[in-house]
Nanobody, 125 residues
Framework: QVQLVETGGGSVQPGDSLRLSCTAS????????MAWFRQAQGKEREFVAA????????RYADPVKGRFTVSRNNAKKVVYLQMDSLQPEDTAVYFCAADMNGSAVRESAEEYEFWGQGTQVTVSS
């Protein structure tokens, strides 16, 4: 069955870095665009970053541009989110998602077919 498993979350201080990983199974990972979304407590889920099937094109939400980097390893079926200069407003549950339109980097959660269970990121001093 389809599985997306996020790892790498945790509690850090402002200015620190984290790298999230999302390992996929049960579908043709190489054909799918992959994205990261996040949901803070009491808020709606929001787009963070996306990468097309080849890794050659990416998109970022404005609040994370220049601080976060999305990448993928198709041989390992893993998508990463490198998060640098973390701030308290980055605190949220982070989800990875898969879009069968592999050439698109879309921001709407409705476009994504498969979702992981999420991993908590907490940034606090």
């Amino acid at each position: 069955q389809v599985q997306l498993v996020e790892t790498g979350g945790g509690s850090v201080q402002p200015g620190d870095s984290l790298r999230l990983s999302c390992t996929a199974s049960g579908f043709k990972f190489n054909n799918y665009a992959m994205a990261w979304f996040r949901q803070a407590q009491g808020k709606e889920r929001e787009f963070v970053a996306a990468v097309i099937w080849s890794g050659s094109s990416t998109r970022y939400a404005d609040p994370v541009k220049g601080r976060f980097t999305v990448s993928r390893n198709n041989a390992k079926k893993v998508v990463y989110l490198q998060m640098d200069s973390l701030q308290p407003e980055d605190t949220a549950v982070y989800f990875c998602a898969a879009d069968m339109n592999g050439s698109a980097v879309r921001e709407s959660a409705e476009e994504y077919e498969f979702w992981g269970q999420g991993t908590q990121v907490t940034v606090s001093s």
